[in-house]
C-alpha cells in the first residue's frame, strides 16, 4: 500500500528553475513580493501550479527584499499580522482571479525559523493565517513552536522537514552562517529524507539520531542542486513506497 507524503518547494523567488522543480513536487509555497517576486510572478507560478495539479501556497517573508528576508527583524504582534495578512491575501487575490484557491501558508526564511523558536511570532503568524482562512493549512518546522500554537487554534498544520538543510540537536536547523548547514551531495539528502520519512528520525551534524515528524519535505528553489534534488528525492521516495501528494 502507497503511503503519501508532500513534497514542497519555495518558488516565485526569480531563481529561473520553476518548471522544472514544479514538474516533481506536490506542494508550491510562492513568494508573495516581500522578500522576493511581484505580481506578474506570483500570477505565472500560480498558473504554473494548477498546470501542474501543484497545490498553492503563500510564502510570506520579512518586507527585505534586498537581504532576501534573511534578516530576523523585532516587529510587533500587530505589525506580524499585517505583513502575514498583506501577503497572503495579496496571494488569495491572485489566485482567484485563475479560478485557483490557497491550500497553505509557509513563512519565509527568518521569519519561519524565528516563529519556530519564539512562542509570541509563532501565535501571531497562526492569528494572521486563522483570520484570513481558517481551512488554510500551516506548514512550519517539525516539532516547533510554528506547529503548537497553530494547533492551538484550531488550524490544521503540516510538519515540515528538509531535504537540503542540516539539523542540531534540539531539532532546529543549523543555522546558514555554519557551513555545514546546507546539505549539497544528492545522495546524503536522499539519505536524510528516507531517514525521517521512513523511520521518524534525523542524524544531527553532532551524528546524534532525532525523532522528527515529516509530514511535508521541503527543498529550497533558491538550492544550488535544487533541480537536481528534486528529481532524485521523488524518485526515491516513488521507489520506497511512497505517493508524492499535497496534504
Known sequence: MLVSIDLNC???????????????????????GFHAGDAGMMKRTVELALENNVAIGAHPGYDDRGNFGRIEKNLSREDLVEIVSIQVNSLAAISRTLGAKLNHVKPHGSLYNRSARDIETAAAIAEAIKLIDPNLILFGLSGSH????????????????????????????????????LIKATEDSIEQVLNMVKYGRVRTTNKIMIPIIAETICIHGDGENAVEFARSINKALSENGFSIENP
Do not use: Q
Not at 10 to 32: H, P, Q, T, Y
Not at 151 to 159: F, K
Open 10 to 32: 519555495d518558488l516565485g523567488e526569480g531563481c529561473g528553475n520553476d518548471d522544472e522543480l514544479m514538474k516533481n513536487i506536490s506542494s508550491a509555497n510562492i513568494a508573495c
Open 146 to 181: 510554528s506547529i503548537t500554537e497553530a494547533e492551538r487554534i484550531g488550524l490544521i498544520t503540516a510538519s515540515e522537514v528538509f531535504a537540503d538543510r542540516t539539523y542540531i540537536n534540539n531539532g532546529s536547523l543549523t543555522p546558514r552562517s555554519e557551513p555545514d548547514a
